[in-house]
C-alpha cells in the first residue's frame, strides 16, 4: 500500500539555523509533491508545489527538492525564526482530480 | 472571499446521535473534501468530491455519509456517532480547472463523543 513518512515527528533547531525536514514514499508515483505549514488549533495552508519533472523550487527562505528516483522530498528553511514554529506536513497526488495523501507532519520547534 | 468555512466549531455528541458539519467554500472550487486529523495518525481522508452531483470514498468512508448539490457546499453526515469519530474534521477544497493544486482547508470542527 501506499505509504508517505516524514522523517521524525520532532525537530528542534536553533534561531538562524537551516532546518531540514524529509519526506520518503513508496509505492507511489506521485506527479506532484506539496508542503502544508499546520499551526496548533488551525487547518494547513499551502507552502509550495513541486512537479515530477522539477528538481528544486524556492520561496523566500523556503526550499524544496524532489528526487523521483529516491522517492524523496527535502523541506529546508534557511535562517529559521521562532515563528516558524509549526508542525510541517508533506502531501502527494497524481493529478488534479486525485485526493491528496497526507504524511502524518514533523513538528518544527525553532529555539531562540 | 471568506474561504472555506465550517461549522460547528466544537460539538459533543452522545453515541448514537446523528448530526451534520456543514462546510462552505465561496471560491468557486470544483474539488472538494473531508478528512479527520487524530494524534499520531496525521490527515486522513473521509470522502471527496469532484464536482456537484459526484462523491467518492476515501481511506476512512466508514459511519459517514456526504452529498454535493451545489459547488458551494460539501455537508458532512455522521449517521450514528461512536467514540471512534471523536477526532478534528477538516473540510479543504481546490480549483480543478487551472491546474494549481494549492488546496485551500477550513478552520476545523472538533468533534467529541462520549
Known amino acids: 500500500s501506499q505509504k508517505i513518512e516524514q522523517n521524525s515527528e520532532a525537530l528542534n533547531i536553533q534561531e538562524g539555523k537551516t532546518a531540514t525536514l524529509t519526506c520518503n514514499y513508496t509505492n507511489y508515483s506521485p506527479a506532484y509533491l506539496q508542503w502544508y505549514r499546520q499551526d496548533p488549533g488551525r487547518g494547513p495552508v499551502f507552502l509550495l508545489l513541486?512537479?515530477?519533472?522539477?528538481k528544486e523550487k524556492r520561496k523566500e527562505r523556503l526550499k524544496v527538492t524532489f528526487d523521483t528516483t529516491l522517492k524523496q522530498s527535502l523541506f529546508h528553511i534557511t535562517a529559521s525564526q521562532p515563528a516558524d514554529s509549526a508542525t510541517y506536513l508533506c502531501?502527494?497526488?497524481?493529478?488534479?482530480?486525485?485526493?491528496?495523501?497526507f504524511g502524518k507532519g514533523t513538528r518544527l520547534s525553532v529555539i531562540a | 472571499n471568506a474561504g472555506v468555512t465550517q461549522t460547528p466549531k466544537f460539538q459533543v455528541l452522545k453515541t448514537g446521535q446523528s448530526m451534520t458539519l456543514q462546510c462552505a467554500q465561496d471560491?468557486?472550487?470544483?474539488?472538494m473534501s473531508w478528512y479527520r486529523q487524530d494524534p499520531g495518525m496525521g490527515l486522513r481522508l473521509i470522502h471527496y468530491s469532484v464536482g456537484a452531483g459526484i462523491t467518492d470514498q476515501g481511506e476512512v468512508p466508514n459511519g459517514y455519509n456526504v452529498s454535493r448539490s451545489t459547488t458551494e457546499d460539501f455537508p458532512l453526515r455522521l449517521l450514528s456517532a461512536a467514540p471512534s469519530q471523536t477526532s478534528v474534521y477538516f473540510c479543504?477544497?481546490?480549483?480543478?480547472?487551472?491546474?494549481?493544486?494549492?488546496?485551500?482547508f477550513g478552520p476545523g470542527t472538533r468533534l467529541t463523543v462520549t
Open positions: 479543504a477544497s481546490r480549483l480543478l480547472s487551472t491546474g494549481t493544486y494549492e488546496q485551500y
Open positions: 513541486i512537479r515530477e519533472n522539477e
Open positions: 502531501a502527494l497526488t497524481n493529478s488534479g482530480n486525485t485526493p491528496l495523501v
Open positions: 471560491m468557486n472550487h470544483e474539488y
